[in-house]
T-cell receptor, first 108, second 115 residues
Framework: GQSLEQPSEVTAVEGAIVQINCTYQ??????LSWYQQHDGGAPTFLSY????GLEETGRFSSFLSRSDSYGYLLLQELQMKDSASYFC?????????FGKGTMLLVSP | DVKVTQSSRYLVKRTGEKVFLECVQD?????MFWYRQDPGLGLRLIYF???????EKGDIPEGYSVSREKKERFSLILESASTNQTSMYLC??????????????FGPGTRLTVT
């Protein structure tokens, strides 16, 4: 079978740094992706790691360790608009399998 | 900008009705997907299609079928709606060559209620 584990909720304050972890168990693993979804909105693509290491895109970074079946999304200089749900998703063959999501609450 | 549109934002149907949910994308993407999203369960893949007239079952295809007669349009069909199909339905599309098809563009979703 396959499974993805991520925390259900994370809280942080504006300006802080937060890390959302994702562990996975799956066959046919190609890479790990992250999506953001604001309340009432559609999911939007943030990043994709096919290889081990850190990928940086502005305030957001994503990390993958294939040997540990683990990845994380790092959000720096948090802003109120970062309050949203964040989903990790593993790419298997030609599809994505999503985790249950982490709700990030950013307070002033 | 890629645009994925879905035929309805909200839909209320009765148990046993046949329901059609339509999705159109305007960027010539090869791949199209149908997901349902339920609180605490994340997004679950129902069906996907990688080409016209091609379809593959996702993780939860039971009770659903799909149709892709044109590249830009992907329809989800509930043959006989049941109350456990009350959910948010999200359509997505992706280009195979962009991030290995991982970068999916989602529509706004259809919130379906079956009574």
């Amino acid at each position: 079978g396959q499974s993805l584990e991520q925390p259900s909720e994370v809280t942080a304050v504006e300006g802080a740094i937060v890390q959302i972890n994702c562990t996975y168990q799956t066959s046919g693993f190609y890479g790990l992706s992250w999506y953001q979804q604001h309340d009432g909105g559609a999911p939007t693509f943030l990043s994709y790691n096919a290889l081990d290491g850190l990928e940086e895109t502005g305030r957001f970074s994503s990390f993958l360790s294939r040997s540990d079946s683990y990845g994380y999304l790092l959000l720096q200089e948090l802003q109120m608009k970062d309050s949203a749900s964040y989903f990790c998703a593993v790419k298997r063959y030609s599809t994505l399998t999503f985790g249950k999501g982490t709700m990030l609450l950013v307070s002033p | 900008d890629v645009k994925v549109t879905q035929s309805s934002r909200y839909l209320v149907k009765r148990t046993g009705e046949k329901v059609f949910l339509e999705c159109v994308q305007d960027m010539d993407h090869e791949n199209m997907f149908w997901y349902r999203q339920d609180p605490g369960l994340g997004l679950r893949l129902i069906y996907f299609s990688y080409d016209v007239k091609m379809k593959e079952k996702g993780d939860i295809p039971e009770g659903y079928s799909v149709s892709r007669e044109k590249k830009e349009r992907f329809s989800l069909i509930l043959e006989s709606a049941s109350t456990n199909q009350t959910s948010m339905y999200l359509c997505a599309s992706s280009l195979v060559s962009a991030a290995d098809g991982v970068e999916q563009y989602f529509g706004p979703g259809t919130r379906l209620t079956v009574t």
